[in-house]
């Protein structure tokens, strides 16, 4: 992978790891990303908190950011201070709550989100899904073009997101995005 010709963020499935979690987010960081998003969403906020413990330790030890998912409550109570939103959470932020996180992403599937999230504070998306991928068996990407436009309508980074691996990602550089996001190149 070739990490200096953009930004790479990894994001966390542990669903998708065969091993040991630790061990994988290790070699995941070892790849030297961006940044990583904890995206374990499907956890309690309990358990959440429990993960992402360890995960920011990992991080802080490879000098990676650490970016929590969802859990806004939880990335404060860690120090964390930044997060990545589903946009109908971002729209329930409040202006208070915002102000808390130096930097907020949110997850965006149309032109129409980008442009929403945008306006509701925040500061970087990822856009997608770009390519085919098995974490949307079924769903017919949206590609490109999709991608272009949205980076387009935005003066905040894009990041696209969506079937991304090394032999497609220079395409969404190319179509405009700040860097790509990757799931299972990380997680397996």
């Known amino acids: 992978m070739i990490m200096s010709m953009y930004k790479t963020i990894c994001i966390t499935n542990r669903h998708l790891v065969t091993g040991d979690y630790n061990t994988q987010i290790k070699k995941a960081l070892s790849r030297r990303p961006y940044a990583l998003i904890l995206r374990e969403k499907d956890l309690t906020e309990k358990d959440y908190e429990c993960v992402a413990k360890d995960v920011i330790k990992l991080c802080d030890e490879a000098g990676v950011k650490c970016i929590l998912h969802t859990f806004d409550e939880v990335a404060l109570r860690l120090g964390i201070k930044e997060i990545h939103m589903p946009l109908n ?99 397996r």
């Not at 974490?135 to 969506?162: D, M, N, Q, W």
């Open 89 to 187: 959470k971002l729209l329930t932020m409040d202006d208070v709550n915002k102000k808390k996180f130096d930097v907020i992403g949110a997850s965006t599937h149309s032109v129409e989100d980008a442009v929403l999230a945008e306006k509701n504070g925040a500061s970087y998306i990822t856009a997608g899904h770009v390519f085919a991928t098995d974490c949307k068996k079924g769903v017919p990407p949206r590609g490109l073009s999709f991608l272009e436009e949205v980076c387009h309508a935005v003066s905040i980074p894009t990041y696209a997101i969506g079937g991304i691996h090394d032999d497609n990602a220079m395409a969404c550089i190319k179509a405009g995005a700040a860097g790509v996001c990757m799931m299972s190149e990380f997680m």
